[in-house]
């Protein structure tokens, strides 16, 4: 079975928006490089197994950097919280 992948979202659309918090430009980051890592996906399904490794190793970043994300996000929020008491 043959698939093809694609995204509504292109590398420029997410660049280009407004003033941006870090959130957001942290998610566009993430975005950017899970974009950038679709040739290397399109490579592995057609069978190039050293695309598969470089699509591991991008995956095993940006699941750091939501972690990281995730947290920062939790430290606000609870900042937020200490301050409205």
Partial sequence: MNTQV??????DEV???EVAGAAVTQL??????L???????E???RGVDSAGRRLRQVYM????????????I???RNSR???TN
């Fill in 61 to 72: 970043s940006v699941q750091k950097s939501c972690k990281d994300l995730r947290a920062s």
């Fill in 15 to 17: 660049e280009t928006t």
């Fill in 43 to 45: 490579k592995f399904d």
């Fill in 6 to 11: 694609t995204t509504d979202v292109t590398t």
């Fill in 28 to 33: 566009r980051e993430l975005i950017n490089e």
């Fill in 74 to 76: 939790q430290e606000t």
């Fill in 35 to 41: 974009h950038a890592a679709s040739t290397d996906a």
């Fill in 81 to 83: 919280k200490a301050g």
